[in-house]
């Protein structure tokens, strides 16, 4: 039985285990930094100025989380359209420093379909030398192209 | 000082690190998702969506509003601190549009033990409708304000 207003997921719709190819972004080089804090307004010295990464125990200055965080979205987006991101968690792990980049990925581990198709993916960013750096959670929805979410 | 859970107004600020816990909430803030801006945003996020949609880590530009940063400053407790972000979360109803007005309802809470300062947003329409809420842990970080040598 189907109830009115119920939307069914797509044949291709993900199951869990389904991987989300891995994607690079970066190396956020120190000029990336002072972009994403002229239009983020975080412009915490931590993330622009070495000496005061160094004084909090830095080997340079870390992009900001944010920026790294940020990168889920494209992430999820590029893998496919018909998504709208519910919820959309992370925990901050290690910095990535400036002149660094990260390759980010994510696999769906549950998948629900009723009363709307649902996913839920795990996501990691991880720096060049494997090191995680953010994790992440997200709760995915389906949404019919062309429609907001 | 206010114990846990109690509002404490603006203008009283720490001149040290905090002994008690302190909750503040702003008054509500108006905001517009200014087509530029988000433009700038997504540029600098590396972001794939160029148009029509607002990323969904946008909303982290809001913390930079001079109300919101002189709450943030304020108790993080002024220099020799750092705040270091350890996590962040959004949660969307609705995608955000381009062009519009939003209302922010905005505490923060800051706690002696563990040093940490934790975000909250609610973004709701003109009409009251809420669309996403946000949360950002900061962690305090004593600073060694020494000159490097």
Known sequence: ?????????PPDWPRGGDVIRAQDFGPFAQAALARYAAVSGDDNPLHLDPN?????????????????????????????????????????????????????????????????PELILRLTARTQNNDLAVVGEATVLYKIPGQLG | MNGRGHAQPLGSGFA?????????RLPPIR????????????????????????????PVRWLALPSVRGLILQLIGGQGFLPVHEGQSFAYEHEL??????????????????????VKMAIATRQGEICGRSETLLRIVPINLEPAS
Do not use: N
Request: net charge positive.
């Open chain 2, 97 to 118: 549009r381009i062009e519009t007005d939003y209302i922010l309802a905005i505490e923060a809470r800051r706690t002696a033990k563990p040093p940490r300062l934790t």
């Open chain 1, 1 to 9: 039985m189907i109830d009115a207003g119920m939307e069914l997921a």
């Open chain 1, 52 to 116: 005061a990464a160094r004084a909090a125990g830095l080997a340079g200055t870390p992009a900001h989380g944010m920026l790294t965080f940020s990168c889920f979205e494209p992430l999820i987006m590029r893998w496919r359209r018909d998504l709208f991101i519910a919820r959309l968690s992370g925990k901050f792990l290690r910095p990535v420093l400036a002149g660094e980049a990260i390759q980010v990925s994510g696999r769906v581990i549950r998948r629900r379909e009723v009363p709307r």
């Open chain 2, 16 to 24: 040290q690190e905090p002994s008690a816990d302190t909750l503040i």
């Open chain 2, 31 to 58: 905001v517009r998702t200014d087509r530029g801006e988000v433009a700038e945003f997504l540029h600098a996020t590396g972001g794939a969506r160029t148009g029509g949609f607002v990323p969904l880590t946008f």
